[in-house]
């Protein structure tokens, strides 16, 4: 009776059942001591881990270092080697020559200017001093049996220090002094070749003295000298510096240096590639010393910046004989002479200049230099010292020597006015033209 009634009771008022809760927790677990530990061991490990790992890292770094410097110094190495056997074999080659052909006297072939045309054809301003002649040679190819045509363009008084350069079409312009420098009154006058006659024009009349203009083309084709000028009737002291362009038939000409700059003789024109004229020439501070310093004006916006490329500190022993040369790039060359010491060329280095000795003087003056740039990108002088030709190529780093001729003077000494003019032709092959026992003479080294 009890029985029944409490399951009457339990079944009228809820079901018998037991809650499990939810299946998904409200949250984590609260960490318990072990579980704390664990983690902090994970994460020393982890930071044990990286600091090996950044150690190696470290060490794989230095290594890397290492070879790559062995690597550097290992290219540096072969350039250089490189470099050597490309200059001893260069050295090696044959030079082969050429002498002029026609008819001239037993003494020509003195202050001789050498240019190339793109197409290799060689052009040659000279004189015969023994015909009193200004004379001009051509050749259209250096092969055997080809010749070297000399032909006068104008005669009938003294001529000297000619200086010659093309025009894009491969015609000549020469700059030259006309009358005894040294006796009389002298003239600067241009001789052009417009591809069938020779025009002549004036440039100015100067004082005695001795001259050496130096002439090339404008970007816009017109031709134009570098010379100095004296300008008092004593012709002692300073000269000034001047720059004549041609336009028309007219010469401009504007003072780039006036003799309160003291400039001293030695000049040499060429230009950038993006247009600006560059003079070298001597300077010094101090009347009537030697010029002590080797100087760079360059034409910017209408106005002549100056600059010092080399300051003479042997003494003053003088610079001179100066030649300048512009590669397709841009990068500047000048050779000159620096008494007591030899053959010196600056080269350009973004705002300095890398000096260096290309030949030294010994008991006989390493002189009367010409530079060029040849088709590595390097600069290349050829020079007289003692009776003989010399050519000197340089890699970046040094200047490798090489006899071209020997025996080049009468049996007077050396002439001077043969001093040698250095021109590559397209193939990269290095011709000079000088003076050899009183006529004309050129040689090319065969690459």
Excluded at 287 to 316: C, K, M, Q, Y
Excluded at 350 to 365: H, K, L
Excluded at 383 to 410: C, E, K, P
């Amino acid at each position: 009776m009890k029985t029944t009634l409490l399951l009457a009771l339990l079944a009228a008022n809820a079901p018998l059942a037991y809650s499990q809760g939810p299946i998904s927790p409200s949250g984590a677990p609260a960490p318990t001591m072990k579980s704390l530990q664990e983690l902090w061991d994970n994460m020393e490990e982890v930071k044990a881990q990286n600091t090996f790992t950044a150690f190696k890292l470290d060490l794989v770094q230095q290594q890397n270092s290492l070879l790559q410097s062995d690597i550097a110094t290992l290219q540096q190495q072969n350039q250089a080697l490189t470099s050597l056997l490309a200059a001893n074999a260069a050295a090696d080659l044959p030079w082969s020559f050429r002498s002029a052909g026609g008819t001239y006297s037993s003494n020509a072939g003195s202050y001789s200017s050498l240019a190339i045309t793109p197409d290799g054809q060689i052009r040659v301003s000279l004189v015969d001093e023994g015909a009193s002649t200004l004379s001009y040679a051509r050749a259209t190819a250096w092969r055997a049996g080809s010749s070297l045509i000399l032909e006068p363009i104008t005669t009938g008084d003294t001529f000297s220090s000619t200086s010659i350069a093309l025009d894009a079409a491969g015609n000549p312009a020469i700059a030259y002094i006309q009358g005894d420098p040294l006796s009389a009154a002298p003239t600067l006058k241009c001789a052009r070749f417009n591809g069938t006659a020779w025009s002549f024009t004036t440039v100015q009349s100067l004082r005695i003295g001795f001259y050496k203009p130096s002439i090339a083309f404008t970007p816009s084709g017109q031709p134009a000298i570098a010379y100095e000028d004296y300008p008092n009737a004593s012709n002692v002291g300073p000269k000034a510096l001047r720059y004549a362009v041609l336009d028309g038939s007219t010469w401009t000409i504007n003072t780039v240096l006036d003799p309160t700059g003291a400039f001293y003789g030695g000049t040499a024109l060429a230009y950038y590639p993006d247009g600006r004229a560059a003079i070298t020439y001597g300077g010094s501070t101090t009347i009537p010393a030697f010029h002590r310093t080797l100087n760079l004006a360059v034409l910017e916006s209408g106005t002549w910046t100056h600059s010092v490329v080399e300051h003479d500190s042997t003494g003053g022993q003088g610079m001179g004989e100066m030649s300048l040369a512009i590669s397709p790039g841009g990068k500047c060359a000048i050779s000159y002479f620096l008494g007591g010491i030899g053959i010196k060329c600056a080269i350009s280095n973004g705002g300095t200049w890398d000096v260096s000795t290309v030949a030294a003087s010994d008991i006989y003056p390493a002189q009367y230099s010409t530079v060029s740039f040849s088709q590595n990108g390097h600069p290349a002088v050829a020079y007289a010292q003692r009776n003989n030709i010399l050519f000197a190529s340089y890699n970046g780093a040094w200047w490798t020597r090489t006899t071209v001729d020997t025996a080049v003077s009468t049996a007077s000494g050396f002439n001077p006015y043969s001093a040698p003019s250095l021109a590559f032709m397209p193939d990269g092959a290095p011709v000079i033209s000088y003076q050899y026992q009183g006529a004309l003479r050129l040689a090319k080294r065969h690459p």
